[in-house]
Every structure is written in C-alpha cells, then in structure tokens.
C-alpha cells in the first residue's frame, strides 16, 4: 500500500527557512506527479507546489520565487524548500502522489512566527 511520511515541520520566524521531505513508499513513483498542499486553519487545502515525473514544475502564485519543489526519484522522495517564509504560509503541510487518484501524506505543521 502506499504510504507518504512527510518531515521538517517545525516552528519558524518570519523571513526563515524550512525543507519539508516526503518519502514515499509501497511502490515506484518515477512516473507519477508529486506535490505538496497545505491547509491553513479555518482555510480549505490549497495546491502549493508539483512536480511531474519529467521535472516540470508547477507553484500557488502566493509562493512562487520563494518555495521550491524537487524530488529525488532514487529515494522515491519529494522536497519543499521553504524560504523567506510569512506568517500566511503557517499551515499544516501535506504531501501527495497522483496515481489515478491521490495520495496524501498524514501532514506536518508549519508555524512561522512574528
């Protein structure tokens, strides 16, 4: 079955970094688009960032030039590069894998302090 265990969460002051990692196991994702999505409280989930299997790139306007999404297809592992962080990108942070459906990882909090 698969599973996708995200890490690096954690509490951040403003204009800090972050790299979220998520590890994907029970198959090969090589060939599948990953990402990652996050959801704010009392916000519904919003697309933050994806990478498809041909390493073409895809961001939330609200991140672009500050977040970088890549991924490692040995280690069948997903990263976000979180820089120049706000307090509106406090959320918690979720992984996925598009197979046919979508994959969700169980989520790690973000908080960025003022």
């Known amino acids: 079955q698969v599973q996708l265990v995200e890490s690096g969460g954690g509490l951040v002051p403003a204009g800090g970094s972050l790299r979220l990692s998520c590890a994907a196991s029970?198959?090969?994702?090589?060939?599948?688009?990953m990402g990652w999505s996050r959801q704010a409280p009392g916000k519904e989930r919003e697309l933050v960032a994806l990478?498809?299997?041909?390493?073409?790139?895809n961001y939330a306007d609200s991140v672009k030039g500050r977040f970088t999404i890549s991924r490692d297809n040995a280690k069948n592992t997903v990263y976000l590069q979180m820089n120049s962080l706000k307090l509106e990108d406090t959320a918690v942070y979720y992984c996925?894998?598009?197979?046919?459906?979508?994959?969700w990882g169980q989520g790690t909090q973000v908080t960025v302090s003022s």
């Open positions: 029970g198959s090969n994702f090589r060939s599948n688009t």
């Open positions: 990478i498809t299997s041909g390493g073409n790139t």
């Open positions: 996925m894998v598009v197979r046919g459906t979508t994959y």
